[in-house]
């Protein structure tokens, strides 16, 4: 079983940026970027592939870029411009409809106005 381990999340302004990164023990294929906002489910806002094809939510379209590393099994979310409404625990995954890992404990990532 892939364990997964989230890093990179913490407090910023407004119109900051945070790089978030996620830590496969083993190899991993195609991968998402979930988040958790308070009184929300968890939703899935981007995607990459194995080969590095990306795909993304329309709240993070043009501001988040989601990238990997596939010699380190690690995968990073670039997230700039950050709005308060993207304030959330942050997880990586596979996307849905593909075999889940096990969920690691997130990132919290708090945007102050």
């Known amino acids: 079983q892939v364990q997964l381990v989230e890093s990179g999340g913490g407090l910023v302004q407004a119109g900051g940026s945070l790089r978030l990164s996620c830590v496969a023990s083993g190899s991993i294929n195609d991968m998402a970027w979930y988040r958790k906002r308070p009184g929300k489910t968890r939703e899935p806002i981007a995607i990459?592939?194995?080969?590095?094809?990306?795909q993304y939510g329309d709240s993070v379209r043009g501001r988040f870029t989601v990238s990997r590393d596939n010699a380190k099994n690690t995968v990073y979310l670039q997230m700039n411009s950050l709005k308060p409404e993207d304030t959330a625990v942050y997880y990586c995954?596979?996307?849905?409809?593909?075999?889940?890992?096990?969920w690691g404990q997130g990132t919290q990532v708090t945007v102050s106005s």
């Open positions: 995954n596979a996307p849905y409809g593909r075999h889940l890992h096990s």
């Open positions: 990459i592939s194995g080969s590095g094809r990306t």
